[in-house]
Structures are given as structure tokens and as C-alpha cells.
């Protein structure tokens, strides 16, 4: 079983729609990362968050510390959304989620 | 910011050659350094840690003699793909930390194929 899980592995959206990625984990960890690959292969950090909720632009991440989940959430998705979302860990290691591919069709 | 660039973004290569991919921190000095392997549409592999000035640790099933992993400056960390073979054909993208807790730089990756 994987230290991150990420649900749903891949989602297609009509342009506009509200999305949510879900990350839950097992480990003890002092942050939660959410990462952002493109087709291209480099790897952007989105968030980092250790509790509560952040905002930027459209994007929204949330954490609950006592159920170890967390989730990103998309407003308004736009085709240029479309990449793959990475949940990733900091605990004793550094654990990544399988990630989440998300296509948002004009 | 802080940025941590990884060059080169692309190469091709013959067998039997070696590839040296640099990734250096910008604003910042990476005390840690890890070097991953993905392939397509898979997770990101660990391939070693490396501390600046020690020896690289490796994960188990990685050949330290075919990648080598210098970490010779706080800025500036080599993986080296030595007598590369098409089965090495990966992308490898470097992931840095200063020692603040839990923030996290990456390279943009380097797509690697070799003929």
C-alpha cells in the first residue's frame, strides 16, 4: 500500500467545471505538498501546507490534519489546467502520491 | 525566489556515451539533493540522496557505478549516466532542499534518450 493515495488517477472536465483532486495518506508528516507536472515533464509546487486551507487564483487546497486527507480544488477550469496533480508528503521521507491526470476539454 | 535549474533539458546520445545533467540552486544553498527516474505516466522514482560533500546513498536497485551522483558544492549537484544504453531512457528531474522544513525546489527534469 502506498504512503499517498490519490483519487481519482485520471479525470476529464468540460472547461469551467469545479474540480477536486482527493490525497489521503498514512504517515505522520509535517507538511503536504500539492505539485503541478505538465506534458513537458517539470514540476511546479502549487502549495505547501502543514494545516487549513490556502488559496491561490483558482486553485484552493485544504488539509484535515486528524483524517489525513487533504484536497486541491480547481474554480473555473481552463484546458490550460490540464497536467497531472501530484500529492506529495514530507514525513520521515518524502513520499509522492500517484498522481491525479486531469484533461479539461475546451 | 528560490529556483533550482536543471540542464540539460533535453538530450539524445549514442550508446555507450555519457550524460551529465546539472541541476544548481539559485538564492539558495541545497544541503540535500535527490535525483528521481520517471517513466511515462508512472510515479517518480528515488534514485539516490546526496549531502553536500559525502557520498551519495543509493536506493536499493540502483547501479552507483552506471549513475554517479557528485554533490561538491551547495549549489550545485551532477547526475552522470555513464555508457548510457536505450533501456536508460527515462526522465530524471532533481528535487533540492535548503533545510527549511518542509520546503521543496524542483529541476524542470531532463528527458534523456539514447540510440
Not at chain 1, 10 to 36: D, K, R
Not at chain 2, 80 to 94: G, K, L, N, R
Request: aromatic letters at 10%; hydrophobic letters at 35%; proline letters at 3%.
Amino acid at each position: 500500500k502506498n504512503e499517498v493515495e490519490q483519487s481519482p488517477q485520471n479525470l476529464t472536465a468540460q472547461e469551467g467545471e469545479f474540480i477536486t483532486i482527493n490525497c489521503s495518506y498514512s504517515v505522520g508528516i509535517s507538511a503536504l505538498h500539492w505539485l503541478q507536472q505538465h506534458p513537458g515533464g517539470g514540476i511546479v509546487s502549487l502549495f505547501m501546507l502543514s494545516s487549513g486551507k490556502k488559496k491561490h487564483g483558482r486553485l484552493i487546497a485544504t488539509i484535515n490534519i486528524q483524517e489525513k486527507h487533504s484536497s486541491l480544488h480547481i474554480t473555473a477550469s481552463h484546458p490550460r489546467d490540464s497536467a497531472v496533480y501530484i500529492c506529495a508528503v514530507t514525513g520521515n521521507q518524502f513520499y509522492f502520491g500517484t498522481g491525479t491526470s486531469l484533461t479539461v476539454i475546451p | 525566489g528560490a529556483v533550482v535549474s536543471q540542464h540539460p533539458s533535453w538530450v539524445i546520445c549514442k550508446s555507450g556515451t555519457s550524460v551529465k545533467i546539472e541541476c544548481r540552486s539559485l538564492d539558495f544553498q541545497a544541503t540535500t539533493m535527490f535525483w528521481y527516474r520517471q517513466f511515462p505516466k508512472q510515479s517518480l522514482m528515488l534514485m539516490a540522496t546526496s549531502n553536500e560533500g559525502s557520498k551519495a546513498t543509493y536506493e536499493q536497485g540502483v547501479e552507483k557505478d552506471k549513475f554517479l551522483i557528485n554533490h561538491a558544492s551547495l549549489t550545485l549537484s551532477t547526475l552522470t549516466v555513464t555508457s548510457a544504453h536505450p533501456e536508460d531512457s527515462s526522465f530524471y528531474i532533481c528535487r533540492a532542499t535548503s533545510g527549511e522544513v518542509g520546503i521543496q525546489y524542483f529541476g524542470a527534469g531532463t528527458r534523456l534518450s539514447v540510440l
